[in-house]
């Protein structure tokens, strides 16, 4: 009886706490990051290998440098180079418009994808990723449920998480990854004698084999992880902004650590806040490599969430007086000095002339940071192909190459650097497989008249976009929608010409169809469909008749 008894104890006890574990998920979703998050060193120095003490030929004499730096979730609006700017143009950007200025601007240039890490494998492969399996943004589970599960209050559409599909998910989150055996830029580049080099984020895998050091980078000071914070949230020198309506903060808030790591070694804490850290080591290097030949990756964190920005940059700010918008603002300020410090670095080794420097974003601003305008003129955010989702600013700077002040106005995109790179550099691209972006370089200096593409592709599980010339369309399931806009006569994607032409949307349909057949099933599923209204961001109630889209991932 006392065997029962007790017996029956245990059983209600693990009742109640397995009820209270059900009713505390998203709590304990939030806590186990930290809970399980490895050891981190204090401050590391790093020590660049040094290239040649004098140069073989001078900087004209040798192929060029080529400076790619690639930020995260900047918006169109977000820089000041259109007229426009964050905060009403409160935060001007001249360095970063210096870089269109002194170079081409893309005026149509598209983002690989609408997220971040399927556009940086477009980047480092010059593929539509799906054609490797690489579809969607690597997420640990948790994450996916946590997002897949909380509504937004004022949300009509409730988020979805599949959790029959976790069984065939990877275990790891550091085996979602592009192939060992794609070629990046980086191995193409190292081959031709390039000395290559990765500052920040990585997110395109964390197992060996795929990680920056092992997919053609001799050095890698960074992250492996889709974000990072910029300080500790306590730090003296920080400010900080949560958006409580967001998941993903929460998330992101509750995991990111404040660390960083060198080809692969210990992980350590960087000693400054991380944009200001990445360049402070950007430069180091620039210096230690200015004899030779170098590809230097520069990708920023900033202006990713967890919106952070220097207690310095938010004091300079005070005429915006809402907190959110100053902390992004004041990310925007440091993130622009910074890029403004890399490029002065360049000019004083001489180095400038003959450096190939991209700029361009990973995707468009993200509704889920709740500021209504970083995307304009365009409709959409960041997980939408919709203009504001894939439209980044994109520019190319060559001094002894391009023409300064130029604008270039066929479309171009992310996939287009792999080979542009190994134009610049006198690289072959890889003749085993197919690379789909081509070789900008002509086409910025007149050589070709020709249009880059003829279509462009893009597919997120169900949710598929094509642009044909200035035809665009838009299909998805759910909800059951098909937009067809004319981008020649409305490039803000105001009218929807579909139902009027339905002989467009067929010619279009069977060319994504076309571009559809010949890419790969995705390597792990999508765990979650998250709703994306088109015009208002997060934190912003829906209205009946709102557009929206199910992003998957």
Known sequence: M?????????????????????????WIVLKVGKWTQPHIAENMPVTWQQGPATAAQPPGKRPPNIVFILVDDMGFNDITFNGGGVANGAVPTPNIDAIGRQGVNLENGYAGNATCAPSRAAIMTGRYPQRFGFEFTPTPVGFSRLVGTFKTPGSTHPPRFNRELVKDNPKNVDDEAVPSNEVTIAEMLKAQGYHTLHFGKWHLGGKKGTRPED?????SLGFIAGASMYLPENDPNVENSKQDFDPIDKFLWANLPYMVQYNGGPRFKPNAYMTDYLTNEAIKAIGANRNRPFFMYLAYNGIHTPLQATKADYDALPQIKDHRLRVYAAMIRNLDRNIGRVMAELKAQGLDDNTLVIFTSDNGGANYIGLPDINRPYRGWKASFFEGGVHVPFFLRWPAVLKAGERYAYPAGHVDIFATAAGAAGAKVPADRVIDGVNLIPYLTGLSKDRPHQALFWRSGAYKMIRVGDWKLQVLPDPNK????????????????????????AELMAELKRQDAQMAKSSWPSLLQGPIPIDHPLGVPDKPGDEYIYWNN
Do not use: C, H, M
Request: charged share 20%; hydrophobic share 55%.
């Open 2 to 26: 006392k065997i029962l008894r007790g017996a029956g104890i245990v059983l209600a006890t693990l009742v109640v706490l397995a009820g209270v574990a059900y009713l505390n998920r998203a």
């Open 482 to 505: 098909v937009w067809l806009f004319d981008l020649s006569k409305d490039p803000t994607e105001k009218v929807n010409l579909a139902a009027a032409n339905p002989a467009k949307v």
């Open 215 to 219: 997919q053609g980078f001799d050095e």
